[in-house]
């Protein structure tokens, strides 16, 4: 599913590399899209800011102007990564939870592929992660009490059928588009019967849809129990093909999957809306390497690639993937994630000269 | 912390087989809690049912008289596994969930070893699972309502400071015990910063609680969100020794370490209270190989040896154990998961041969 391909004269899209780093990352993917040349319409960026670096400066996660020219002047966006503060503070909340909810980015869809040659010789992984990434426990309602015995904390987890069936629809049409054409629905039914009992449900009754016409015939649906899910990642890899999950179990499971192959560093995402598509590298603000120049750009120029494939400029997404894919396999030019002894700068440039 | 062990002349033990290959490995514990002679006092079974067999036989998942029997005749009880509908069904709720919550068995005990030699060359594992056992989303509060766009369910994750400075204090305890002496808090505390920032500081300040008088000063303290956990589970689980969670964390945390260790065949726990524990092998029911005979008994009489250890015990768990890892060692009689050949009886004889 991508957005309508109005012929666009340019690609106005804001930048959005938030804390740690982010900022090495979003630099590069931002290089390697203008090198995309006459690919794709002429790229125009806007540097916007949010994170914990901005909370600390501004007293704000997400400026409300940052929200705006996203919502109003951009085609996309990349997001970098944010630092959490180590303690409770009044006040902040994660940006990128924020920013998924109020430009309704309601599908977080995580590719997970095998680099080969596979160093620990592990099964070659080839799945999606679909993420649901608008409500569970990401609602963040939470109160506190107190009670008998002390604080008493709750938090609301909201599944709704609408959220449910249009995830399990961009769902449906992923596994779709791929060969296995298998579905597996992750949920806890078990213990929440009603909760998961009507993610599950929906997700089913997706192909059943008024209109549908038999649309999804092909594609074999399965269930995990989330416990279960994680088990048999790790365990069997190859029985899943298209995953989709809650947005809790989906966070967890997509960064499992990410262990199997290798590191978080080579693992894009995109967070797709009806009318908004941002891209962002699955891996966080990893202040141990920050300011090193050594973190790996390629899950950033990835995500760059799942952003334009999904406007629809699929000629310079399967360039960038492609050029990152001999990057890794050729493994001379790796940065240390990956057991390498390479820069950013010099992975970026090793991209750059593939493209 | 184990129960008070006024001098008992016999243990009275219920067992609740349950579902599915629950029906087939408890038995297995039995006889080797029986041949324990001696190294324990004389042990009295009373078979008890729940599960879903029992629901639809009776209309009821867990008996009041369960309940009645192991809270007010026995000293201590072993569960099989529960199989779950495919669908909702009414009136259902896994009996399992209940009897924790009725117990108050507050602590469920997860230790996750590797047997050596591992076929799978990973790196050897050694830690303990801290799972809270009685709250978070398996409290149950869950409420379908019909909105502007359909269905809307929510579910309540409760978080209190009393458990979380209860299984705070049992993960302090059994750090302290380990020659590690390192606990890992797994929260998501940067989503959910009410519930899972009053676990986090709770279980951080359980060493300052009144009369402990530094205590726990030898044990040092690490944070892990639990995505990143999962993560690094797979890539570094040596970083971990005890690691103590809330309950939908540890479901899935457990599973995890099981999965790096060969089989969920093997994994022990207890569910520990105050007065009262329940040994209960990791695995599940297992539908695709019940009645076959080729269930795995090793998680069970794991389950039996943790129960008797953490009744005072130890000499009957130590044998118990012994001779199941020198059963694993040996490679010569196991079961289908662990790519042997044998049946669930002649493992539990190789055990008794070895006790
Ligand atoms: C940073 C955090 C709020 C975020 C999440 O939980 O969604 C991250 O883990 C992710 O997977 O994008
Ligand atoms: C069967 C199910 C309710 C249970 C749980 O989620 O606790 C199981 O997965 C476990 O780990 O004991």
Request: aromatic share 4%; net charge neutral; hydrophobic share 40%.
């Amino acid at each position: 599913r991508s957005l309508s391909t109005v012929a666009r004269k340019s690609l106005k899209i804001g930048l959005i590399p938030a804390d740690g780093i982010g900022k090495e990352v979003i630099p590069a993917a931002k290089q390697a899209i203008i090198a995309l040349g006459s690919d794709i319409p002429k790229p125009e960026f806007v540097d916007l800011i949010a994170g914990w670096e901005c909370f600390t400066r501004t007293g704000v996660a997400l400026p409300e102007e940052t929200v705006e020219i996203l919502r109003n002047e951009c085609d996309c966006a990349l997001f970098g990564s944010v630092s959490s503060p180590s303690r409770k503070v009044t006040g902040y909340s994660s940006p990128i939870v924020a920013l998924r909810k109020k430009l309704d980015l309601y599908a977080n869809i995580r590719p997970v592929v095998s680099v080969s040659p596979d160093v620990n010789q592990r099964p070659s992984i080839d799945l999606i992660v679909v993420r649901e990434n608008t409500e569970c426990l990401y609602v963040k309602e939470e109160i506190l009490t107190i009670g008998e015995h002390g604080k008493e904390a709750r938090a609301t987890r909201l599944i709704t059928e609408r959220a449910s069936r249009r995830i399990g629809q961009m769902a449906f049409e992923l596994a779709l588009a791929r060969s296995r054409k298998h579905l597996t629905i992750i949920h806890k039914s078990n213990v929440l019967s009603v909760t998961d009992g009507l993610f599950r449900e929906t997700v089913r009754g997706v192909p059943l849809l008024a209109g549908l016409n038999g649309k999804y015939d092909g594609v074999t649906i399965a269930e995990q129990l989330v416990d279960s899910a994680v088990y048999r990642l790790f365990r069997e890899p190859e029985i899943f093909d298209v995953m989709v999950a809650p947005n809790l179990y989906g966070d967890i499971i997509s960064d499992a999957a990410a262990a199997l192959v290798g590191s978080l560093g080579l693992i894009p995402s995109i967070n797709a809306g009806d009318d908004f598509v941002m891209g962002e590298p699955v891996h966080g603000s990893a202040p141990d390497i920050e300011g090193k120049g050594i973190a790996n750009p390629l899950a950033s120029i990835r995500s760059a690639a799942l952003m334009l494939r999904h406007l629809g400029y699929s000629k310079g997404a399967d360039k960038l993937d492609i050029a990152v894919d001999r990057v890794i396999r050729e493994g001379r030019v790796l940065t240390p994630d990956l057991k390498g002894t390479s820069t950013t700068n010099e992975v970026l440039e090793a991209v750059l000269s593939k493209l």
